[in-house]
């Protein structure tokens, strides 16, 4: 259990951080999602929740496999402004946006469960408040960016910032949270 | 129960929120980018120039890349420029200038050429002929060898245009006009004064004194002059003691300002006018 929740971790925190050198991540996010699958695949308590994770992780490697290859055009970010006037441009955004609130949502769900099994309250009700941050980040996304169709970039990026600041937070909270429920399930089951 | 009304809440606010922007969005938009209707009027003298404007979606790729009329090989065209943005369109604007030598032919022998459309290449790598309203090219010299001299000129951000001239040996004033004085109408204004006095035509004015004209431009949001750009030459004709008849020109550019909601009024038309 440790290793797999290391793995997730791990996976985590390559999607969430990008070290760009001359326009090459460093970090790719495909290993990033390769190593949630793996994370996902060895966890000891099956959870249906973890299925949705794994669901959403395969889609979210296939685009990125496909952002990769060259295959698709390398995904804008909300940030850019000048890039999402059209409607192309925007659906991936938002549609990445929702699977990747699938593949939180399956991550902490399923960890809240287990975590619940176990008797380790405190650390369901973490996942828990992990998970309603990052939705609300989330929702708060969705809400706004098809407002940049329409030209309202100025109003659309600030509440981006703080709303991709909040899930950057998230993130690092369920990286510090997965990791310490590994050494907890260890110590739980000892 | 209370979580799950809050999330539908969420839900719906999203697919509100995304329904109305594109709704929004396909319900702004032009059926295409196009020129606006300009009334122009230039002398093909070397150096004059005049502006284009063009307006499209704020996605649109196919911009001019430039831009000829056929038969005036003077007639260059700057690389379009961005002149203003706004929520769902941008528009853009091209200088045109008359290069290359004199046409020494006299002022008034060569009729003025009236040209409704454009030749334009565009990014996409079409080519078409597009509508730019009316422009009006006046042939032939006529800055040399007249009798007035124009000692300056001045314009404000509320319309307002002045010019002052010279007189530097006898004149007749004959008349004062423009091709598009009368489709103005009130939109426009102007006085102009030989001396003191508002001229009269015909009327004698004296070496040593002033001629002065000031106008202004006054087109209502809610008129179809209001997105119309203009630019005049308006010649104010005289003839010299010997009785050679000249003209002096008064160059006057009204560049469209428009507000978000004179933009949406446009686009609104243009799609009633193609459906």
Redesign the interface.
């Known amino acids: 259990m440790r290793t797999a929740c290391s793995q997730i971790a791990w996976g985590l925190g390559l999607m969430l951080f990008d070290f760009r050198f001359n326009s090459f991540d460093l970090l790719p996010d495909v290993l990033g999602f390769i190593l949630i699958l793996i994370g996902l695949a060895n966890q000891p308590v099956r959870q249906r929740a973890f299925g949705i994770a794994k669901i959403a992780a395969v889609i979210l490697l296939v685009g990125a496999i496909a952002e990769l290859a060259g295959v698709m055009p390398v995904a804008v970010t909300i940030m850019q402004v000048n890039q999402y006037y059209s409607l192309p441009a925007l659906l991936p955004i938002g549609l990445s946006l929702l699977v990747l609130l699938a593949l939180l949502y399956g991550i902490c769900e399923g960890f809240e469960r287990t975590a619940a099994s176990l008797g380790l309250f405190d650390s369901a009700r973490s996942f828990r408040a992990v998970w309603n941050t990052s939705l609300a980040m989330g929702a708060v996304m969705l809400f706004v960016l098809p407002f940049s169709l329409n030209g309202w970039h100025g109003s659309v990026t600030v509440v981006a910032v703080l709303a991709g600041l909040g899930q950057f937070v998230a993130g690092i909270w369920l990286i510090v949270r997965v990791s310490r429920f590994g050494r907890e399930y260890v110590a739980a089951n000892s | 129960m209370r979580k799950t009304y809050i999330g539908w809440i969420?839900v719906v606010?999203?697919v509100a929120?995304?329904g109305?922007?594109?709704y929004?969005?396909q319900t702004?938009r032009l059926p295409e980018g196009r020129f606006l209707s300009h009334r122009i009027e230039a002398t093909d003298s070397p150096g004059d120039s005049f502006w284009l404007y063009y307006i499209a979606n704020?996605?649109d790729k196919r911009l001019p890349i430039s831009v000829s009329i056929e038969g005036m090989s003077a007639l260059q065209f700057d690389p379009v420029s961005e002149y203003m943005t706004?929520?769902?369109q941008r528009m853009y604007r091209l200088l045109g200038h008359f290069n290359g030598d004199p046409d020494n032919t006299p002022f008034g022998k060569a009729k003025p050429l009236t040209i409704h459309s454009v030749d334009v290449y565009y990014s996409d790598g079409t080519r078409g002929k597009a509508d730019i309203g009316e422009m009006i090219v006046y042939r032939g010299d006529w800055a040399s060898g007249g009798s007035i001299s124009q000692t300056n000129s001045s314009s404000s951000s509320n319309g307002t245009q002045t010019a002052a001239f010279q007189v530097d040996k006898p004149v007749t004033l004959n008349g004062f006009s423009s091709a598009f004085l009368n489709e103005l109408g009130s939109a426009f204004t102007y006085e102009l004064h030989a001396g003191k006095e508002a001229a009269v035509f015909p009327q004698a004015v004296e070496a040593g004194e002033s001629i002065s004209f000031i106008s202004n431009f006054h087109v209502p949001a809610d008129s179809q002059l209001y997105l119309q750009p203009v630019s005049m030459r308006l010649r104010l004709e005289y003839s010299d003691e010997d009785g050679t008849e000249r003209v002096q020109m008064i160059p006057l550019e009204r560049q469209p300002y428009p507000s978000e909601a004179a933009i949406r009024a446009y686009v609104k038309a243009q799609r009633e006018a193609t459906e």
């Open positions: 969420v606010l999203i929120s995304w109305y922007n594109l929004s969005h702004n704020n996605d706004f929520r769902n």
